[in-house]
Structures are given as structure tokens and as C-alpha cells.
């Protein structure tokens, strides 16, 4: 056995994917009972800051390596994940000058469009508005990919539903046993269950909650993603995702009567159609110190790997450091990004 992959959220899922590309062999565990981000996140795909309007970090390496990605995957499952569309970001009239100028400053042209639309309606919405059009966005269905790609798995007798022990690892002569496996690599896809991991005590998390919350509004016809402090996707059947919020303190994954209230206050800003709210979700986004994602082996034992930290952008940067990772992994690379490698955590001071 090549590699034992430990979780199967978006983490887990790319990279299983890019090492099986290359021919690896490997094994994931993944516990049921834990719950995952990924299964919350309304996998929201956008290029563009809009609070500095400048692009999204490492947008242009990791676009196409996303697209490339979900594509491929769709083929492997025969269904369709990855949908792209474009995103209208609603503008306040003195935010208008700011955004031409800053698309064309930092050289966002290739995402959006320079033109400004001015008191256009937006869909059916009762007022008209100013906006700006993000031409390259979009959405994953994290909840599809992940279970389809489990039932992937499981039909290969490549899936283990169970939580890992992490005392019944022992490693010895660069192998990884546990119990009656034996790989040359274990790699951790925990998500926010990694702060637990005692593998990787010395690396700085800095996980945040979110919460979402999905509507029923049949009157709102619209079709594209509206952002205006809050993202409103449609899903289909006149459903439509509405988030996200931030949070701290308190991470637990029970939703809250104030999130609740901060996402429908401001929704109904600018929404004025009859809502009726279906699920009320809330999560732990996998984030580190920095906000960027951690890729690596640990230098003092290299049988163990992190692919972790992939935060609230990461449906556009999983499937970047998943390739890159794979390809380092099987000795293609030497390379992975001086800004996401766990080499960070232990330079010496």
C-alpha cells in the first residue's frame, strides 16, 4: 500500500484522487459520526476579494487547475459537480469609481467586467441596483462530490468507515502500519478535527465557525450569485444558500439563533420576496494562523503528511495544492508553495 489518507472531505477527496490519477495505491478512513465542513460550505467559487478588490491568492495558477479538476472528477463519477456562472456584486454609487478603478489597477480583468451596470434590476428583484459582473465564479456541490466519491470508494474496497486510532500507529523502517495495513505514507485530511491531532501539536490553527442557511423562495426567479455582504446562491428548485457568517469563539457545530438573525436581516436588505427557511447549517472552517492552506510532511518523520488548512477559499485551492501535493508526493516535484508548506511551522528562530 502506497498511502493511507485519513478523512474524506474536500481534502481527503482531491488528493485520493490526484494520487489514484498517478497510480497510487491507497486506503482512506473516515469516520461517520464526525461531521465535515465541507458537508456545510455552499461551495461558492469567487476570484475576487471585493473588500480590497484585488484577486483571491494564487487565483491565476489555481483557476485552471480547478477546472481542470471538477471536470475530471465528473467524468470519473459520471455526474455533475462543478457549475459556473457569474456573480453580481451589488455597488454602492461612490463604490462604482473604486471598482473600475481597482479592476483595472490590479489587473482583475480577466474575472470581471470593467463596466459598471447602474440602476439595472437584478432578476425579478423589486429595486434596481448598481452592480459589477464577476464574469468567472460559480459553485462546486461539495455535498455530491464527497458522496459520490465515498460511494466511489466503497465500491473499490478503498474506503474504511471508522475513526483511526491514532495510538495503534507505529512506524518503523519508513513504513506505517496500523493494525493490519501497512503503507508508505499516512497523510491527515482531518479538517478542524486536526487541532486534536497530536502529530501536529507545533502547527498554529485558527479555525473559524460559519454558518448557512438555505431558503425556499419561489417568487425570486434568479439565476446568477448575488453578493452584497452576504452571498445568495441558487441551488435549484427555487432553493437558494444564503451565508456565510464568521466566528471565533464558541466553535462548536451547533447553529445559532444570532447567526440565524444576522444572515436574514441582511438578506432582506435587498430581498423581498416571501422566505421560507429549510435548514439552518453550521460548521468549522479548516483554517491556519496565516489563512493559507498546510501541505507537507513533517521533517522529523517523514511517513506522516498534512493536507489541511484550505479555509473558506478552498473549493478553488483544494485542487491546486491537491496536485501539487500528489506530484511531490510521487516524486514528479520537488515543490510545494513556500507559503502553504508545514516547512513554515518549523524554521528555526
Known amino acids: 500500500m502506497d498511502f493511507l489518507i485519513v478523512g ?22 473516515d469516520d461517520p459520526e464526525k461531521p465535515k465542513a465541507s458537508n456545510v460550505a455552499a461551495g461558492l467559487i469567487n476570484p475576487v476579494v471585493f473588500r480590497r478588490m484585488t484577486k483571491s491568492w494564487m487565483v491565476d495558477a489555481a483557476f485552471p487547475q480547478m477546472e481542470l479538476t471538477y471536470r475530471n472528477l465528473e467524468l470519473l463519477l459520471h455526474t455533475e459537480i462543478y457549475f459556473p456562472s457569474s456573480l453580481v456584486k451589488i455597488l454602492n454609487e461612490d463604490l462604482i469609481d473604486f471598482w473600475k478603478e481597482k479592476a483595472y489597477a490590479n489587473q ?3 474575472y470581471l467586467s470593467l463596466e459598471c451596470y447602474k440602476n439595472q ?31 466511489y470508494l466503497n465500491s473499490n474496497k478503498l474506503l474504511i468507515k471508522e475513526p483511526i486510532n491514532y495510538s495503534q500507529l507505529h512506524f518503523a523502517d519508513s513504513v506505517v502500519t496500523y493494525k493490519a495495513i501497512q503503507a508508505k505514507k499516512i497523510i491527515f ?23 448557512v442557511l438555505e431558503y425556499r423562495i419561489p417568487d425570486l426567479k434568479l439565476e446568477t450569485i448575488i453578493s452584497n455582504e452576504i452571498f445568495v446562491i441558487p441551488v435549484g428548485n427555487n432553493h437558494f444558500k444564503v451565508g456565510a457568517t464568521y466566528g471565533w469563539d464558541n466553535l462548536n ?64 485551492l483544494g ?19 513556500p ?11
Open 319 to 337: 485542487p491546486y495544492f491537491a496536485h501539487q501535493f500528489a506530484e511531490y508526493l510521487t516524486g514528479n516535484s520537488e515543490n510545494i508553495h
Open 8 to 29: 474524506q472531505g474536500l481534502a481527503g477527496t482531491l488528493l485520493s484522487f490526484e494520487l489514484m490519477r498517478r497510480n497510487q495505491s491507497v486506503v482512506v478512513f
Open 108 to 110: 482583475l480583468t480577466p
Open 189 to 211: 485530511c482531518e479538517g478542524a478535527a486536526a487541532f486534536e491531532n497530536p502529530f501536529f501539536s507545533q502547527l498554529n490553527f485558527k479555525h473559524s465557525k460559519g454558518e
Open 253 to 316: 457545530w451547533e447553529p445559532t439563533p444570532s447567526a440565524r438573525e444576522e444572515l436574514q436581516t441582511k438578506l432582506k436588505t435587498f430581498i423581498y420576496q416571501p422566505l421560507e427557511l429549510i435548514k439552518h447549517s453550521a460548521g468549522i472552517r479548516p483554517t491556519m494562523h496565516d489563512r493559507k492552506p498546510v501541505v507537507g510532511l513533517l521533517p522529523h518523520q517523514p511517513e506522516i503528511g498534512i493536507f489541511n488548512g484550505l479555509g473558506s477559499k478552498g473549493v478553488l
Open 121 to 151: 434590476p437584478i432578476g425579478n428583484l423589486k429595486n434596481t441596483y448598481s452592480f459589477g459582473m464577476v464574469n468567472k465564479s460559480g459553485k462546486v456541490d461539495l455535498l455530491k462530490l464527497i458522496t459520490e466519491f465515498s460511494d
Open 339 to 349: 507559503e502553504a508548506n508545514i516547512l513554515r511551522y518549523f524554521k528555526t528562530r
